[in-house]
T-cell receptor
């Protein structure tokens, strides 16, 4: 069965510092990969996604993620964190089965980001 | 442009009662998903509807949980004889299936508290 691991439950950074959130997945083949953000009391918002091609993916709000097949990882990065980035971040995978766009997401446990001024 | 909406936003019920949670997907989206977010279990898939195909119910935790999607649009998740462990935020998402991988758009969720 596929699984997603986010090793860091809680990360604290200072505003303006760089950020990297880790995500590792376990799956037989390369799945579709996603990062979502959830602000308190809000639903999930998609930051970026990886399907194929260039392994460095750009997303919204200045985030990027790099797919590394050899490490089964899809880490999220941001060069300079803003106070408004404080939220919970979820990595997710979806089977890449027959090219279909549908299918359930399997989520990691989430990483809570705190930003200090 | 309306996103995915869910109602109610909060629901408090007594153990043993039945509850219905509603999801209005984005107009034209053919796929609809239900997930549950709880402290102990994180975000879990529950059920998924796509067009006229039989729903994927593989994530439903027990036969107390059921869902239907009427007219290919609105969906209702029903929990019968609620238990305290059913307390969670229930999230609905919809997808158009356009592009790969198809993005799922999430609603704000319904927070269910079972006393």
């Amino acid at each position: 069965a596929q699984s997603v691991t986010q090793p860091d439950i809680h990360i604290t950074v200072s505003e303006g510092a760089s950020l990297e959130l880790r995500c590792n997945y376990s799956y037989g083949a390369t799945p579709y990969l996603f990062w979502y953000v959830q602000s308190p009391g809000q639903g999930l918002q998609l930051l970026l996604k990886y399907f194929s091609g260039d392994t460095l993916v750009q997303g919204i709000k200045g985030f990027e993620a790099e797919f590394k097949r050899s490490q089964s990882s899809f880490n999220l990065r941001k060069p300079s964190v803003h106070w408004s980035d404080a939220a919970e971040y979820f990595c997710a995978v979806k089977p890449n089965a027959g090219g279909t766009s549908y299918g359930k997401l399997t989520f990691g446990q989430g990483t809570i980001l705190t930003v200090h001024p | 442009g309306a996103g995915v909406s869910q109602s109610p936003s909060n629901k408090v019920t007594e153990k043993g009662k039945d509850v219905e949670l509603r999801c209005d997907p984005i107009s034209g989206h053919t796929a609809l998903y239900w997930y549950r977010q709880s402290l102990g279990q994180g975000l879990e898939f529950l059920i998924y509807f796509q067009g006229n195909s039989a729903p994927d119910k593989s994530g439903l935790p027990s036969d107390r949980f059921s869902a239907e999607r009427t007219g290919g649009s609105v969906s209702t998740l029903t929990i019968q004889r609620t238990q305290q462990e059913d307390s969670a935020v229930y999230l609905c998402a919809s997808s158009s299936g356009q592009g790969r991988p198809g993005e799922q758009f999430f609603g704000p969720g319904t927070r269910l508290t079972v006393l």
